[in-house]
């Protein structure tokens, strides 16, 4: 498509069966979208739940393909919103490979490459400061805040985290989708926000928990039982769609 077109996200979970997903891609052709990128976030035995980039001629036409979605047997459609990260798209797991042994040098760089990784909007690695605790380094755009607490800390394990008005940012959203892990065994997290959704899944909470791990080396904290030996981070990156 060309013109002002608009891109949507999909989240849909699909039957994990030959020909659903075709089957889906085929209904998206017929409402008059385009796919152009595709990641598996998550499956099960049963079903899988797929990222799908859709590029539609405008917002109406958006509409029509998300009812249409909404129409198939067996499908879930967990999100469809417009997707305003595109210029994240590019491969940033290259980038790890370059982190260097300095910590400050690496908690920018896996601040700046986790947004994509995650596909969330704001990666941000939170400390104790002064008697408080703040976020001490961010991706692009983030805003920088301090609390005198937060209620969810200290963290044990990599987990969702449930937005409360009390201490939430009002940059965030009013109903934002958080995710954190512990920076080894150190008092600080790597937490990611996506202010509209989708909702983190475990696949991709594992990968957040993968990026605090590189994190811990990076700091030169112990990491946590476990993750050392399952340490691996998939790039959640879209597959880009040929033809």
């Known amino acids: 498509m060309t013109g002002a077109s608009v891109l949507y996200l999909l989240r849909v979970s699909v039957p994990d ?11 998206i052709g017929r409402a008059g979208g385009d796919i152009t990128a ?19 001629a405008d917002h109406t036409t958006a509409s029509q393909i998300a009812t249409s979605l909404r129409s198939l047997p067996d499908v879930i459609v967990d999100t469809w919103q417009p997707f305003t ?3 994240q798209l590019g491969d940033g797991l290259d980038i790890v490979d370059g ?15 986790a947004p994509v990784i995650l596909r969330a909007r704001w990666v941000a690695i939170i400390d104790e400061v002064n008697g408080g605790v703040a976020i001490t380094q961010a991706s692009a755009g ?3 805040v301090r609390w005198a607490a937060l209620p969810w800390l200290p963290l044990v394990k990599a987990d969702a985290i449930e937005a409360d008005p009390a201490w939430l940012p009002h940059e965030w959203g009013s109903d934002p989708q958080l995710a954190a892990a512990p920076i080894g065994n150190s008092p600080m997290v790597l937490l990611a926000v996506r202010p509209t959704g989708p909702t983190f ?8 928990t993968n990026l605090a791990a590189i994190a811990a ?11 050392a030996s399952n340490l691996k ?11």
Do not use: C, M, N
């Not at 595709?38 to 539609?56: G, H, P, Y």
């Not at 899944?201 to 957040?208: V, Y």
């Open 99 to 113: 982190l260097g042994s300095a910590s400050s040098r690496a908690f920018a760089a896996i601040t700046r490459i």
């Open 38 to 56: 595709v990641d598996v976030v998550e499956r099960s035995d049963t079903a899988a739940v797929d990222d799908i980039l859709v590029e539609a």
């Open 142 to 144: 983030a805003p920088w």
């Open 85 to 87: 990260e595109g210029d």
């Open 17 to 27: 069966r030959p020909g659903a997903l075709g089957a889906l891609a085929s209904e």
């Open 233 to 243: 981070v998939g790039s959640g990156i879209p597959s880009q769609v040929r033809s």
């Open 201 to 208: 899944r475990r696949a991709e909470i594992a990968r957040l």
């Open 217 to 227: 080396l990076a700091a030169h904290s112990e990491l946590q039982p476990g993750i």
